[in-house]
């Protein structure tokens, strides 16, 4: 595996508007993770490798997950920090956040 130091910044999660406007549960979905997965904040940017990670989402729809609603995703992260999250719905990309979220590690060494 690769180590790969990524800048906390308050636009870390990134989506392209053109294929929809997110919702309150995505918007809310995002300051989560971001909490859960940076607890100390936002940082300067000392040359780090991953700067946001981008989210590609076929449907923005929002209403209420069913047992039939694809709840599956993508997580990929390049040896050069470029990350995504592929997802049908928000409720994947949520799971794709909480992945995410886990695979971070404050180093208290290098802050």
Do not use: C, W
């Not at 180590?3 to 636009?11: D, E, G, K, L, R």
């Not at 909490?35 to 991953?50: Q, R």
């Amino acid at each position: 595996y690769t180590n790969i130091t990524v800048y906390p910044s308050t636009a870390f999660f990134v989506y392209d508007p053109r294929y929809g406007e997110a919702g309150s549960v995505l918007k809310e979905a995002f300051t989560r993770y971001h909490d859960l997965a940076f607890p100390h904040g936002t940082m300067e940017d000392k040359g780090a490798s991953m700067k946001y990670l981008n989210i590609a989402l076929e449907s923005f729809d929002e209403s209420h997950p069913q047992l039939e609603t694809d709840e599956s995703y993508s997580l990929s992260i390049d040896e050069y920090g470029n990350g995504l999250i592929s997802a049908q719905t928000v409720y994947g990309v949520m799971r794709g956040l909480e992945t995410f979220s886990q695979l971070v590690v404050f180093d208290y060494d290098t802050r």
